[in-house]
């Protein structure tokens, strides 16, 4: 199926969902200032201007500059299920606030003069950063349309948290990551998942014919978004209707188990295997085993598809104070106040890595001798660090020996984050450095 | 505009927001047991069977016995804004069980069998009620979709909060009620508001041409409703887009301030007039006035319109203990642990009622005597009981005299209230009796 077939309003409202990398104005991005969701009036007054509308009508609410406003408002647009926080108080983060992290210099990937910690803030448009070390506040920021009451979204950073619901069950022994994907999810067994592992799932090493190419009128990713919208389709539509429906329909291409590519619909097969094998959904699971045990300050969401399914590869809303429990959780190994939420074994999982040469096969050079598992991106340097990374530069950046975690909402004009890389991870990098020996 | 012109899809998914009681099958509904939404298995798998599927290929997903579901899922089907509880602890409430309620008898308005309190309840197809006494839960059920964790619609208690806020802010003399609408709102110069006053609006005494009738296609609420709709409309739409266009199109019928009718464009208009008051949506309001100051458990929410304007008319979900705060600050005249959070003129004007004569002409059997004033049901009985009422069974109802407020979600299979008052109505003042005189 390709862009001629699929009604591209349903296509757009649905790629949307994914963090598309839709056709930029020409000419150089506004800059974090001057593009400044509050500043621009977007949605401001009753009713807000015209030329500041971002709504259902406009099928553009994810192009940049809207899409500053639109990271924090997810809910406003789109259908969407609750991760609940619980009924209890929420479990406050020590604090230890270090003025000196600002004046932090380093040098950007590909060389280029130093900067400064605070400079990269503006260069990667964050909206929120939060450094915990040793479980304490270091440092705490918010920009564009984010303060520490809001949330925002995570886009695949998402997917990290799929993979962690996963690696925990494998953990605990109730999903065998060897099992062949037919056997869990019968519907899948005619797409090309049907045979894959679920461990090549969880490595994205599955061999599908699947572009998430944009620029590709002919990308199966249409399709995918078309299928994945929760608005009502047109009278004439014809395709998958679902997510579950969408993913039935792919087909093989290449094999399983050879290189890692790095595709969303890996991580909704992901979802649904967790919520066939719990009986709940992925936000209800979510919940009960993450949101409601780490004392958050609020319910996050995802965004779902026309019968509710939650998008398990990037739909996830959240506080950025509750992702960085999330991290910290994380970094000590399932342990939080003594008692353990999860086996230990499922993190070290995710630590220890994936296949190396499928994912050098993949040529991502900010993460040269990386690797890609439990949907987590590892890095193999001397500090261990781990992250996870969504589009237009979302993460939960774990530094075990620097016993520091990184979480980073943003809204760079540019999707892929290969566009901000080169003035963040050297900046986290040196931060950790800074931080290592600190009491 | 009649039904002819309004693309039925559109206006039927704004209808159902309305709680519009669409025709129902024929013969008996089924009985609270019978049509369970737990028992019944709706949007229970991964997916869901096609026969227990609701959600956005399926307008119908407020007719019973499916609205029985929908009513806890709002958030699943359409676009909302939050309205934030804040990062603050809960603020316990006082429990006080008693046991004996759910024995207490009463007679059913209109005659028939005495029946019991807790009869009563399946009866009315009660999802969750609360009762409070003194300020302490003497009673607490949940049933349906309904658990102490969850949120519901409130359907037209929505109004109630609407007014609420317009009636502090006019004890505030932040808002003249004498004003003119149109001195607000000078896009409403040239439609029936234009020449009401703020008080016509805040009692629904305007003159205007509208119809809530669901059985006649020729009724304005399509028209309404297509507009009200967050959902993007079919290429060939050419009405209003949302609340604010549709509420301008609005024609004068009759005279102003000589009858009560209950009609929903009264509150949205009211909702505008708060918010361009203000300068806040009225989701941002209701949080900074009421929900972040009350020790709420839960974030509630708003459904919206495509353009993010809250539904001033019916569009909350909250939770049944958070209910049950609003109602106990309500009754505290707006004190709370010591803690003045509005002039107590503000209750004191909805106690004191509305215009009892024009109030009279409506008709309304079960409310003889009552008047309407800030979007709130003045009974004018000797324990000076006044109420928020939403289709469907909500409400929240304060008995000042027995110092009891009690909250009830439901989803009775009809709609008006007409159909449960009489088997909750008398249940409320005999509770009322029963705790007067109580420690």
């Not at 969902?17 to 009036?41: E, T």
């Not at 997917?159 to 037919?182: F, N």
């Not at 389709?233 to 290449?254: F, I, M, N, S, W």
């Not at 991290?327 to 342990?335: P, T």
Request: proline share 7%; net charge neutral.
């Amino acid at each position: 199926m390709s862009l001629l077939t699929v009604p591209r309003r349903c296509a757009l409202a649905g790629a949307l969902l994914l963090g598309a990398a839709l056709p930029a104005a020409a000419g150089p991005a506004l800059d974090a200032a001057a593009s400044d969701p509050v500043a621009l009036g977007w949605m401001q007054g009753f009713p807000p201007p015209d030329d500041k509308l971002i709504g259902q009508p406009d099928a553009n609410y994810f192009s940049f500059p809207k899409l500053r406003w639109t990271v924090c408002h997810f809910r406003e647009l789109l259908p969407t299920k609750r991760v609940s926080r619980g009924l209890g108080a929420p479990r406050p983060l020590p604090y230890a606030l270090d003025a000196g992290i600002d004046a932090l210099r380093f040098t950007p990937l590909g060389g280029g003069a130093p900067m400064s910690w605070a400079d990269a803030l503006a260069a990667n448009y964050t909206d929120g950063i939060l450094v915990l070390h040793k479980g304490r506040v270091v440092y705490e920021r918010y920009a564009g349309c984010l303060d520490e009451a809001g949330v925002h979204g995570a886009m695949s950073v998402t997917k990290s948290l799929t993979g962690l619901l996963a690696e925990i069950l494998v953990a605990e022994g109730r999903l065998d990551e060897q099992a062949q994907v037919a056997s869990l999810i019968p519907e899948l067994a005619a797409s090309a998942f049907g045979n894959a592992t679920v461990q090549q799932v969880m490595e994205m090493t599955t061999g599908i014919a699947y572009s998430e190419d944009y620029s590709d009128p002919n990308a199966e990713v249409w399709a995918y978004s078309a299928a994945a919208s929760p608005l009502p389709k047109p009278a004439d539509y014809r395709g998958p209707r679902t997510y579950y429906q969408y993913l039935a329909t792919v087909r093989p291409e290449g094999r399983h188990g050879e290189a890692f590519a790095y595709k969303t619909v890996n991580t909704d097969v992901l979802g649904w295997i967790v919520a066939r094998t719990t009986g709940q959904s992925l936000t209800d699971l979510l919940s009960a085993r993450i949101w409601s045990r780490i004392g958050a300050e609020q319910d996050a969401y995802y965004t779902v598809d026309s019968i509710g399914t939650p998008f398990a590869g990037g739909g996830l809303s959240a506080g950025l104070r509750d992702l960085a429990r999330v991290g910290q959780l994380i970094l000590d190994g399932g342990m939080l106040d003594g008692e353990r939420l999860f086996p230990a074994a499922a993190v070290e999982r995710i630590r220890a890595g994936g296949d190396r040469a499928a994912f050098a096969r993949a040529g991502y050079r900010q993460i040269l001798g990386g690797s890609y598992r439990g949907m987590w991106w590892v890095f193999h340097n001397p500090h261990g660090a781990f992250a996870a990374r969504g589009v237009h530069g979302q993460t939960i950046y774990i530094d075990p020996r620097a016993e520091m975690v990184v979480v980073r909402f943003a809204s760079h004009p540019q999707a892929a984050n290969a566009a901000n890389d080169p003035t963040s991870l050297p900046a986290y990098q040196a931060l950790a450095e800074y931080l290592l020996g600190k009491p």
